[in-house]
Nanobody, 124 residues
């Protein structure tokens, strides 16, 4: 079953940085766009950032613009999320999932390859 393996989550203080990785397992990432999602306790899963197949189209949730950077290495079958200047609002489990292109109009139910996620906790 194609899925992602997310890693890099940790406990970090406000203002700190983390680098998350999302490795594709069982499929070739080169054919898909990838979106990072996160889910805080009691909240719905929300999209954070998306990167197109060739990396030419990138989008971010407004609250993370200027702080997060998404990138991909198709040779390593991996997508990354560099997160800087973290706040408590960034706390949650971070997931990757794939689709064919980046669009805010794609329902979350259309995404595939959900992994176990990686926990990010921002707290002093």
């Amino acid at each position: 079953q194609p899925h992602f393996v997310e890693s890099g989550g940790a406990l970090v203080q406000p203002g700190g940085s983390l680098s998350l990785s999302c490795e594709a397992s069982g499929f070739n990432l080169v054919y898909y766009a990838v979106r990072w999602f996160r889910q805080a306790p009691g909240n719905r899963r929300e999209g954070v950032s998306c990167i197109s197949i060739d990396g030419g189209k990138i989008s971010y949730k407004d609250s993370v613009k200027g702080r997060f950077t998404i990138s991909r290495d198709n040779e390593k079958n991996t997508v990354y999320l560099q997160m800087n200047n973290l706040t408590s609002e960034d706390t949650g489990v971070y997931y990757c999932a794939f689709t064919y292109y980046c669009s805010d109009f794609i329902s979350i139910t259309e995404y595939k390859g959900w992994g176990q996620g990686t926990q990010v906790t921002v707290s002093s």
